[in-house]
T-cell receptor
Framework: GQQVMQIPQYQHVQEGEDFTTYCNSS?????IQWYKQRPGGHPVFLIQ?????EVKKQKRLTFQFGEAKKNSSLHITATQTTDVGTYFC??????????????FGDGTTLTVKP | NAGVTQTPKFRVLKTGQSMTLLCAQD?????MYWYRQDPGMGLRLIHY???????AKGEVPDGYNVSRLKKQNFLLGLESAAPSQTSVYFC???????????FGPGTRLTVL
């Protein structure tokens, strides 16, 4: 099935530092979604990227879809303690197969030291 | 609008026991999913459904069965629980393929 690698697995930062997580696939993707899961909570949708090279921003969060639609990044500027949690990417295949079967990355867990 | 609800929230089973997890959504979504989440392993798709009366296998279907008799409900069954099925189970729903998935609060299952 679809393989997606998310790096790093863990990231510890000082409050105010920036944070980036990457999602990489060996095959072309139809789209990519990003979710956030707070400790003890459930995944919550953040954003979806569809177009090659697309960049979207949500306040301090910047999401980017690679030109080849094989990778994506989530960048947080000036982290705050409210940013702690695990960030997941979810990908759909580019060839239309397995409609409905998104594949989730293993996530990047962010901890922020105040 | 309750969104996606799951029952029960917690459950402890002994090896060999059976149980059913219930997921309900009130958003009139066609697609529903069952995932399990183990520490450090992200979300793995167990089974999913693209509409009432349909089910399909996901990444890790062995040991589980599902049913979607009503559009708003998606049931996950464990016929003979094993310790390897200790996990947190999340249900999700979406309007269509690759649309936003809305997750329930999860069921924490322990099999002794």
């Amino acid at each position: 099935g679809q393989q997606v690698m998310q790096i790093p697995q863990y990231q510890h930062v000082q409050e105010g530092e920036d944070f980036t997580t990457y999602c990489n696939s060996s095959t072309t993707l139809s789209n990519i979604q990003w979710y956030k899961q707070r400790p003890g909570g459930h995944p919550v949708f953040l954003i979806q990227l569809v177009k090659s090279g697309e960049v979207k921003k949500q306040k301090r969060l910047t999401f980017q879809f690679g030109e080849a639609k094989k990778n994506s990044s989530l960048h947080i500027t000036a982290t705050q303690t409210t940013d702690v949690g695990t960030y997941f990417c979810a990908v759909g295949p580019g060839d239309g197969t397995n409609a409905g079967k998104s594949t989730f990355g293993d996530g990047t867990t962010l901890t922020v030291k105040p | 609008n309750a969104g996606v609800t799951q029952t029960p929230k917690f459950r402890v089973l002994k090896t060999g026991q059976s149980m059913t997890l219930l997921c309900a959504q009130d958003m009139n979504h066609e697609y529903m999913y069952w995932y399990r989440q183990d520490p450090g392993m992200g979300l793995r798709l167990i089974h999913y459904s693209v509409g009432e009366g349909t089910t399909a296998k996901g990444e890790v279907p062995d040991g589980y069965n599902v049913s979607r008799l009503k559009k708003q409900n998606f049931l996950l069954g464990l016929e003979s629980a094993a310790p390897s099925q200790t996990s947190v189970y999340f249900c999700a729903s979406s309007f269509s393929s690759f649309y936003t998935q809305y997750f329930g609060p999860g069921t924490r299952l322990t099999v002794l």
